[in-house]
């Protein structure tokens, strides 16, 4: 048994901090970048089964890192965590892939995570 991988990508030391441990508690195992060339390079290294992103990043931000991201890989889920004022700005985005407001309480993100993985077929089993 092996436990699913999660990458959380957000500019913010104290999000990332704070998805790690809550992802971890929920029996995940987290890696986190700072930034989309970050994400980049621990997406090569740690291959994950779900990665949650920020929208609002310096240099490259979450909108534009996941067209990119999508370019070479269809089928990873995606989570985008984007501040209330933000949503929904890129509505073919926001139609093709999971979202959460972003919130200091993570049941929302939690259950979403959840939701995603068991649509996808993704589970700790195999
Ligand atoms: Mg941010």
Do not use: H
């Amino acid at each position: 048994m092996s436990r699913i991988k999660i990458l959380v990508v957000d500019d913010e030391e104290n999000i990332r901090l704070l998805y790690s441990e809550e992802l971890k508690e929920a029996g995940y195992d987290v890696m986190t970048a700072k930034d989309a060339f970050d994400a980049d390079r621990k997406v090569a290294e740690f291959n994950p089964d779900l990665i949650t992103l920020d929208i609002k990043m310096p240099g490259m931000d979450g909108i534009e890192y996941l067209r990119k991201f999508r370019e070479n890989d269809k089928t990873t889920p995606v989570v985008l965590c984007t501040a209330y004022s933000d949503y929904k700005k890129d509505f073919k985005i926001w139609a093709s892939e999971a979202y959460v407001v972003k919130s200091f309480n993570l049941d929302q993100l939690k259950a979403t995570i959840k939701e995603v993985l068991e649509k996808r077929g993704i589970s700790d089993e195999d």
